[in-house]
Nanobody, 120 residues
């Protein structure tokens, strides 16, 4: 089992940047594939990005390609999401998630979320 805690959210103007972090507890972080999801008000939670346990392979939703970068530091048990060129439609609660092998649509482990608000 792994426990996840997100941080780094906040209020930013359109075109700005934020870096989200997700700190994992335990000594097994490096065994998990990790992902970021988001949920905007009145909308369903959606996939944003994922990274394999080794960090060698990544995947992105089309709407963030070229703007967001997912990365991880297994020595620090931390997952990151660098968000550049933010748009008002990126406003949402962002969640990190963990799953063995690969991140599915419903990972078993979730953080509590961090709010990102992008003003126009």
């Amino acid at each position: 089992q792994v426990q996840l805690v997100e941080s780094g959210g906040g209020l930013v103007q359109a075109g700005g940047s934020l870096r989200l972090s997700c700190a994992a507890s335990g000594r097994t972080f490096s065994r998990y594939a990790m992902g970021w999801f988001r949920q905007a008000p009145g909308k369903e939670r959606e996939f944003v990005a994922a990274i394999t346990s080794s960090g060698l392979s990544t995947d992105y939703a089309d709407f963030v390609k070229g703007r967001f970068t997912i990365s991880r530091d297994n020595a620090k048990s931390t997952l990151y999401l660098q968000m550049n060129s933010l748009k008002p439609e990126d406003t949402a609660v962002y969640y990190c998630a963990a799953e063995f092998i690969r991140v599915s649509a419903r990972p078993p482990y979730w953080g509590q979320g961090t709010q990102v608000t992008v003003s126009s």
